[in-house]
């Protein structure tokens, strides 16, 4: 008798995994058809933007979209084809064509029509960077007459500062850090407005040029699908919940990038594939291109 219940035991046991394991199967195989109904999930990037994508030495793409488009496709059971635009420009011009599946990039109001957006992985500050010899010191002195303001042309704080600013000029440049730096170094802007990672970076490499106090906008980052498919974007934000919960990214709270401390990627298990925020001080060593503080 007790032998009989044990083999009962063990194979109702057998049963419920079996249901189990279909049942998350099953639900795998519908996020999938949804989500990436090519077979693949097709990442379209901003590959300009540092903060959220990075080149290697010999071009393979990194940073904080790519990991995190990895981990969705793996969420998914699907691979990953990387879709990298050179500029903010590029990337609207894929708007409505069915170039991919979901867009890693800034919630940009101006994206709207062809876009729904899931809830944001990251914040970034947006300030300016000056070239050599201005005199204004904070962001709150740029609105000004005769002041000229570049921007990456279909970029966030482009869409950003079209609609607010009053009286300074806009001049639209390609995206990149090359093209900011020329603008300035030339005289065809005063400033530069973009993240303040991109804008350090870029007075780095500009002798006298100087990141201006402040900053003029706070830029949300999300993952984007395709307006038709916008019945999709709860497994996309179930994903990212997920990815905040496990420490996959850090709580939206807490990224916020800005120039004084760093995204840290740890690959502490390259299973999981974890990863944390950090601050920059004297005993943590930077250990990824992206500059983020916890707040």
Known sequence: MIESSRIFLSVFAGFLYCAIWNGQGHAQNDAATRL?????????????????????????????????????????????????????????????KDEWDVGLAARDPSRGEHLAFSEMFMEVDNGYVARPGLPLKTAS????????????????????????????EIV???????????????????????????????????????????????????????????????IVDDFVRDAKRDGLIAQPSLARVSAVCILRLSVADSARRSRALGRVDGSARPLGAHCARQL
């Open 36 to 96: 990436a109904p090519k077979g693949e999930l097709r990442a379209g990037l901003i590959a300009s933007n540092p903060v959220l994508v990075t080149r290697g030495a010999v071009g393979q793409l990194g940073g904080v979209s790519v990991e995190l488009a990895r981990a969705l496709a793996g969420k998914l059971g699907v691979p990953v084809r990387l879709i990298p635009y050179e500029n903010p420009a590029r990337y609207n011009e894929s708007l409505g």
């Open 172 to 234: 639209r440049v390609p995206g990149g850090l090359a093209p900011a730096r020329e603008a300035l170094a030339a005289g065809r802007a005063d400033v530069f407005a973009d993240n303040t990672n991109v804008a350090h970076q870029i007075a780095k490499d500009l002798p006298g040029a100087t990141v201006l106090d402040g900053r003029f906008n706070v830029v949300q980052m999300s993952i984007a699908v395709p307006k038709h498919n916008a019945a999709a974007l709860t």
């Open 141 to 168: 002195e740029v609105d000004r007459a005769g002041i000229k303001v570049a921007v990456a042309q279909g970029s966030a704080p482009d869409g950003f500062l079209t609609r607010t600013l009053k009286n300074a």
